[in-house]
């Protein structure tokens, strides 16, 4: 079945990095744009970044710009986000989604994040 | 930047009970809104795109309709797994970002 399966997520003291994976199955994944959202605890929804099908195209949430890379490997079907300089608002569940029009219809089940020294 | 507001905050309803949750946009996005559901511990679950389609899966008592700032996602008949938080959410064409809204929880009255 269609599946997004989040894994990397665990405890990081202030300043440091961590790299999330997003493993796609059960679609083609070189035929969709893909996003990250994260979602603090108690807290909202909160889009991070987009990548089109091929990489080329991506865009920043102005709350991680500079900070947060997102990437893609089709011939893996697999979605990265590399988190450098991490703060401790940076704590939040961090969901891999699939972009489908102007909305999000595949989310993976999320890997926390947390940032504390 | 585009606000999405949604209210109530909170409605408190029984089963059975009709529910209607409101999403007002700060700047006109045409038909471009949709709509999640999320359950405590789970992730977000996609119901309606583009104002008033139903994903896949998603059952006919939910509907949503609207157009320009103000959009409304109604359940027809609330059953207890509709129980949950909503979350309204639009695209902005430039800069490009995806906004949601701070969400609506149905609690059982």
């Known amino acids: 079945q269609v599946q997004l399966v989040e894994s990397g997520g665990g405890l990081v003291k202030p300043g440091g990095s961590l790299r999330l994976s997003c493993a796609a199955s059960g679609f083609t994944f070189s035929d969709y744009y893909m996003t990250w959202i994260r979602q603090a605890p108690g807290k909202g929804l909160e889009w991070l970044a987009y990548?089109?099908?091929?990489?080329?195209?991506?865009y920043y949430a102005d709350s991680v710009k500079g900070r947060f890379a997102i990437s893609r490997d089709n011939g893996k079907s697999s979605l990265y986000l590399q988190m450098n300089s991490l703060r401790a608002e940076d704590t939040a569940v961090y969901y891999c989604?699939?972009?489908?029009?102007?909305?999000?219809?595949?989310w993976g089940q999320g890997t926390m994040v947390t940032v504390s020294s | 930047e585009n606000v999405l507001t949604q209210s109530p905050a909170t409605l408190s309803l029984s089963p059975g009970e009709r529910a209607t949750l409101s999403c007002r946009a700060s700047q006109n996005i045409s038909t471009y809104l949709a709509w999640y559901q999320q359950r405590p511990g789970q992730a977000p679950r996609l119901l309606i795109y583009?104002?008033?389609n139903r994903a896949t899966g998603v059952p006919a008592r939910f509907s949503g309709s609207g157009s320009g700032t103000d959009f409304t996602l109604t359940i027809s008949s609330l059953e207890a797994e509709d129980f949950a938080l909503y979350y309204c959410?639009?695209?902005?064409?430039?800069?490009?970002?995806?906004?949601f809204g701070h969400g609506t929880k149905v609690e059982i009255k």
């Open positions: 990548i089109s099908t091929s990489g080329n195209t991506i």
């Open positions: 959410q639009q695209r902005s064409t430039w800069p490009p970002a995806w906004t």
């Open positions: 989604t699939r972009n489908f029009r102007l909305a999000f219809d595949i």
């Open positions: 583009d104002a008033s």
